[in-house]
T-cell receptor
Framework: AQSVTQPDIHITVSEGASLELRCNYS??????LFWYVQSPGQGLQLLLK??????LVQGIKGFEAEFKRSQSSFNLRKPSVHWSDAAEYFC????????????FGTGTSLTVIP | GAVVSQHPSRVICKSGTSVKIECRSL??????MFWYRQFPKQSLMLMAT?????????EQGVEKDKFLINHASLTLSTLTVTSAHPEDSSFYIC????????????FGPGTRLTVT
């Protein structure tokens, strides 16, 4: 069965520091992988996705993620965090026949301190 | 970008009553819509997948008779929680997708349901 693990429930970083959010997945086939951000009162917003090809994926807002099949990981990174990046971040794997049935991790809450 | 709305944003209902939540794609036609449930401080859990004009496909463990999903048009899906109980209190989120799996899923802002 497919599953997604985000080991870090909560992370605090200083503004301007680098960020890495971890995501590990379990899925029998080639996964479709996604990172979403959830801000209060707003719907989830897609940061980036991986279907195939280049394992380093660039997303919006300066985020990137790297797919590592050997480690079953899809970690999200940002070189310099902004205060506006404080939010809840979810990693998801797309499963099912068409890959559009999402299974989400438990999320990582990011706090940014000045 | 594409916009998905949900109505209402918050609803309080009494135990035993039914409540309907609407999910609309405002500026695109959604061939597929999804319903998720999110508990506090927890992940989103996929409840069901619905395609316009056909019956919804429910995830294992989701009671189809309790959570009625109707996808009557390409821009509207509804989730009806029937005979609601306090344990149904949760945050319900829908998403909509235009076409193939490579198309982005756009998420609504969610509906907070409280059953008293």
């Amino acid at each position: 069965a497919q599953s997604v693990t985000q080991p870090d429930i909560h992370i605090t970083v200083s503004e301007g520091a680098s960020l890495e959010l971890r995501c590990n997945y379990s899925y029998g086939a080639t996964p479709y992988l996604f990172w979403y951000v959830q801000s209060p009162g707003q719907g989830l917003q897609l940061l980036l996705k991986y279907f195939s090809g280049d394992t380093l994926v660039q997303g919006i807002k300066g985020f990137e993620a790297e797919f590592k099949r050997s480690q079953s990981s899809f970690n999200l990174r940002k070189p310099s965090v902004h205060w506006s990046d404080a939010a809840e971040y979810f990693c998801a794997v797309g499963a099912g026949d068409t890959g559009n049935q999402f299974y989400f991790g438990t999320g990582t809450s990011l706090t940014v301190i000045p | 970008g594409a916009v998905v709305s949900q109505h209402p944003s918050r609803v309080i209902c009494k135990s035993g009553t039914s409540v309907k939540i609407e999910c609309r794609s405002l500026d695109f036609q959604a061939t597929t819509m999804f319903w998720y449930r999110q508990f506090p401080k927890q992940s989103l859990m996929l409840m069901a997948t619905s395609n316009e004009g056909s019956k919804a496909t429910y995830e294992q463990g989701v009671e189809k008779d309790k959570f009625l999903i109707n996808h009557a048009s390409l821009t509207l899906s509804t989730l009806t929680v029937t005979s609601a109980h306090p344990e149904d209190s949760s945050f319900y989120i829908c998403s909509a997708q235009r076409g193939t799996f490579e198309d982005e899923q756009y998420f609504g802002p969610g509906t907070r349901l409280t059953v008293t």
